[in-house]
C-alpha cells in the first residue's frame, strides 16, 4: 500500500506561483495514474489534474487549464502541481490521490471526475488573498 503526504502549500498574493509536491512511500508510484483534487471550505472536493503512469496522458481541470502544471518523477516517487497565475479561487486544501485501476485512460478520466481514488494524502492548505 502506498502512502502520499502533500507539501509545498502556503498563503500567497493573486498572480502568486506555488509548487506542490506529493511524496509517496510504500509502494513504487509507478504502479499508479495520480491526481491532485482540492476543496474549499464548505464545498466538495473537486478534480484539478491528472497524470497517467507514465505521463503520456495529462488531464486538466478547465478551471485551471493553461495555469496549473501536474508532472511526475517515477525515480522520485513524487508528483508535483505548478500552479501560477493564482487566484483568490484557488483558495483550498489540496489533495495528492492515487489510481491503482487496470483500466483505459477513457475510463480513468471518469473516476477522476468523480472522485473515485484509491489512496489519499492528508492535503496541503493553498491560501491566496488579493
Known amino acids: 500500500q502506498v502512502q502520499l503526504v502533500e507539501s509545498g502549500g502556503g498563503s500567497v498574493k493573486t498572480g502568486d506561483s506555488l509548487r506542490l509536491s506529493c511524496a509517496a512511500s510504500?509502494?513504487?508510484?509507478?504502479?499508479?495514474?495520480m491526481a491532485w483534487f482540492r476543496q474549499a471550505p464548505g464545498k466538495e472536493r473537486e478534480f484539478v489534474a491528472a497524470?497517467?503512469?507514465?505521463?503520456?496522458?495529462?488531464f486538466y481541470a478547465d478551471s485551471v487549464k493553461g495555469r496549473f502544471t501536474i508532472s511526475r518523477d517515477n525515480a522520485k516517487n513524487t508528483i508535483y502541481l505548478q500552479m501560477s497565475s493564482l487566484k483568490p479561487e484557488d483558495t483550498a486544501v489540496y489533495y495528492c490521490?492515487?489510481?491503482?485501476?487496470?483500466?483505459?485512460?477513457?475510463?480513468?478520466?471518469?473516476?477522476?471526475?468523480?472522485?473515485?481514488?484509491?489512496?489519499w494524502g492528508q492535503g496541503t492548505q493553498v491560501t491566496v488573498s488579493s
Open positions: 490521490a492515487a489510481h491503482s485501476g487496470l483500466s483505459n485512460w477513457a475510463q480513468k478520466k471518469k473516476d477522476f471526475a468523480a472522485g473515485r481514488l484509491d489512496i
Open positions: 510504500g509502494r513504487t508510484l509507478s504502479n499508479y495514474a
Open positions: 497524470i497517467s503512469k507514465t505521463a503520456s496522458f495529462i
